[in-house]
């Protein structure tokens, strides 16, 4: 258990303790700003394979969804046919559900049809930084209009598995939003 900024750990938000790579995905990834179109596709996939699993389920298999869907370079995986499909089913590395793998090929394609960035797309739904840090898990929402609105625009530009609390996930991990708590050492974007 690493200290977080020089202060004590056991601070950090609650879903975080206790498992060293939870930890530091915790301390150095989620909730910090990320951009870049093929990394933003790869959190986009990892939520949407996340979706009805725990997170750290994804983590522990992230290098291997990177190894089997070509690092989630966005023009590779839309090119994606049949028999790439059948490898990933038997991938055990991966979560090998069907739907989940179409849905990674389906919008890798749909992310080159955007006729904008999928960097600036995503980005336009994140809500101005709120005022205070939350207290409790229990104030951390689900799921908020930004979210709903950024699910309803990308499933009508034909993105498949997005719902409003998968974006809202993803608006957790790429820093759209800071749901670090009061208590946790961790700042990235809001007040302390």
Sequence with gaps: MSLI??????LRCPWARGDPLYEQYHDEEWGRPL???DALFERLCLEAFQSGLSWITILRKREAFRAAFAQFHVETV????PDDIERLLSDSGIVRNKRKIDACVNNASR??????????LLWSFAPPA??????????????????????????SRGFAFIGPTTAYAL???TGMVD???????????SPA
């Design 35 to 37: 951009h870049g179109r």
């Design 111 to 120: 992310v080159l049809d955007l006729d904008c960035d999928l960097d600036e």
């Design 5 to 10: 900024n020089g202060q004590n750990p056991g």
């Design 78 to 81: 839309a090119q994606f046919g």
């Design 130 to 155: 709120r005022p205070r840090r939350l207290r409790e898990i229990a104030e951390i929402p689900a799921i908020t209009a930004e979210s709903t609105a950024m699910a309803k625009e990308l499933k």
């Design 171 to 173: 608006m957790q991990a």
């Design 179 to 189: 749901d670090h708590l009061e208590t946790c050492p961790v700042r990235v974007n």
